[in-house]
Structures are given as C-alpha cells and as structure tokens.
C-alpha cells in the first residue's frame, strides 16, 4: 500500500531524488491529484499508464516548474505568452507543437505536448527540486473518479504505486482547462474547466471553438474523451431532481445541486454539491461526493445539472461523461 508523506522540505527531498530515479510520485495540485513522472524519461511515464491502466493513445498532461524555459520542449507561438501572463500559474493547459526532447510515450506520438504551470505551493516545491518538467494525469485508475485528496490517491491507487505526497485538499476540484494552440487561426477548447471560456477569449481578444468529444479507443488530444470521471455506481444526469423522487428509491443516491429541501436533506441517500448554490464550492465538492457514494454501494446514482454558466459548464461536463455509456 502506498505511503502518505506529510508536505515537509525533508519529504519533498525524499520524494524528487525517487521522481529523478525512475519512480511515480501522486502529487497535489490545485486542481486534482495527479500521478507524477520525470517527463525527460520514458521508462518512467510509461509506468503511469501500467499503474492506471490508462491507453497509450490518451496523452499526458506536462507540469512545469514556475519561470521554466518552455523553448526547451516546445515551439511557443506568440499566443502562449499572452495566456501565461494572464493565467500562469493556474487552471489552464495549452496544446503546442513539442521538441524531440519529449518522449513520444508522453504525447502518443503526437507532434505536440500539452503544458501547464500548476499554481499549488507543494507540487511547486517539488518540481523546483526536480528542476524539470514532470508528467502527471489524474492519479486514479484510468475512467474513474478524479482524487482531490491524497486518501481518495491511496484508496484507488494505492495497491499500484508507492509514494503519496499530501498537500490537502485539491483548491479547486476540477481538471485543468484544455486550449489547444497549435493554429493561430483556429483556437480550440479540449476540455472545459476551471478557467472559463469566456475568460481566455476576453484575454485572446478572439473566439475560441469548442470540440466534439471522441469515444473510447480511438486516437485524441488531452482531455477530448467522452466516457470519464466515471463512479462505480452507474450514474445518470438529468436537468432537474423533483424534490420528493428520493423518498421513493432508497436504493438510489441522489445528487443535488444545491441544498434541498429540510424534509428531504436528511435522508442518507440525498447528497448536494453546495449548501447555496456556489459553484466554486459545488465543483470543490463533485468528485468528493462521487468518491463517497461509491463507498456507499448504491445501485445508481441520480445527479442534476449545475446552471450552465461559469464553473457550472466544467461541472456538467464532468457529470455528463459520468454519465456517459
């Protein structure tokens, strides 16, 4: 069983000579957990995809230290400057065209490499240590529920990896937005996330388009599946939870928006991701309540969408391909 490392300069010594010498580190992020890799050596990330039996095809996202020299592993377009000082260190990842100095196991071949700067103090601290770009997904077994704390890393991965390091609870509770930057002249969201669309197209000063998902088992950039974040207990979205349906279905989980109402909110089957409708909190909250229901072993689970707006459009987007079949 892996071990949890308390945040420490002593552990974080520890953990980055392991990450240099080949070895998989979960690691925090503001965002969620992810499963961490010396991004230079090959052998190393392609034990992430063995430990989360995750498809060679689905490419890695890359984690770099904070005033790192992106030109050492990609072609930065112009537009790349313009979204780092705007979200740099942050939510955002960007798709552009990589150098040779990236393995291809990383990028699924791709001519291209997704990068981010994690703003978390402790992951950044690592990654200044290890001096070097680190690959790291979700580190949850491939499909299912993203961790946002080191026991949810240590409950669904912790029979496949040894070393844990603990920096709380994930800020934020949902992926990384997904640009992709490759044409200048045809901006693209991958995936939805904590930094809206709006936000990038108001800094851009341009349109960005959105992109159909792709099933499983064919060939896509980061973030484009459309079956993830899935629980174990099948999972069902709909716009709208009557307030009364739960009385009537014990064995059903019910997930609400927000708080329901006093005469409902005490069953053990009626769950809510905001106690006022917040959707900062509701998205804090998502894959936590996911793991939770899971634990509880109900035989399905009934989730309502969040309002389609802001943080509420990732948040759905995660419930959707939660859902999907």
């Known amino acids: 069983m892996a071990t949890i490392y308390p945040s420490s300069d002593e552990n974080i010594s520890f953990l980055s000579k392991k990450i240099l010498g080949g070895e998989l580190v979960a690691v925090p992020t503001e965002t969620v957990y992810g499963l961490a890799a010396d991004a230079f050596n090959a052998e190393a990330c392609a034990r992430i995809f063995e430990s ?112 844990i390091l603990d920096g709380g609870p994930s800020q934020i509770g949902l992926e990384s937005t997904i640009i992709d930057l490759r044409d200048p002249d045809q901006i693209s969201l991958l995936r939805p996330g904590a930094i809206p669309k709006s936000d990038i197209e108001a800094v851009l000063g341009k349109n960005v388009q959105t992109l159909e998902r792709k099933p499983e088992n064919t060939e896509t950039m980061p973030g484009q599946l459309e079956r993830h974040y899935s629980p174990k207990t099948p999972a069902f979205l709909r716009e709208k939870i009557e307030s009364e349906e739960p009385l009537q279905h014990p064995s059903t989980a019910f997930l609400f928006y927000q708080k329901p109402s006093p005469s409902i909110e005490h069953l053990e089957n009626v769950f809510w991701l905001s106690e006022k409708g917040d959707s900062v909190e509701a998205a804090r909250r998502l894959f936590s309540r996911l793991h939770e229901i899971d634990r509880v072993g109900f035989k399905k689970l009934i989730a309502e969408k969040a309002p389609d707006s802001g943080l509420g459009i990732a948040i759905n987007d995660r419930l959707r391909r939660a859902a999907a079949r």
Request: glycine share 4%; net charge positive; with cysteine.
């Open 52 to 163: 989360k039996e995750r498809p060679f095809f689905d490419p890695l996202i890359v984690h770099l230290p904070v005033d790192y020299d992106w030109t050492r592993i990609c072609y930065p377009p112009p537009l790349l400057t313009v979204l780092a000082e705007a979200f740099w260190p942050g939510a955002l990842t960007v798709v552009v065209r990589k150098k040779p100095s990236i393995p291809d196991i990383v990028t699924a071949g791709f001519d291209s490499v997704a990068i981010r700067v994690p703003n978390h103090p402790v992951f950044q601290q690592l990654l200044s240590r290890c001096k070097r770009p680190l690959a790291a997904p979700s580190a949850n077994p491939f499909g299912y529920v993203s961790p946002t704390t080191a026991g949810h890393v240590q409950e669904t991965l912790g029979e496949k990896i040894s070393y």
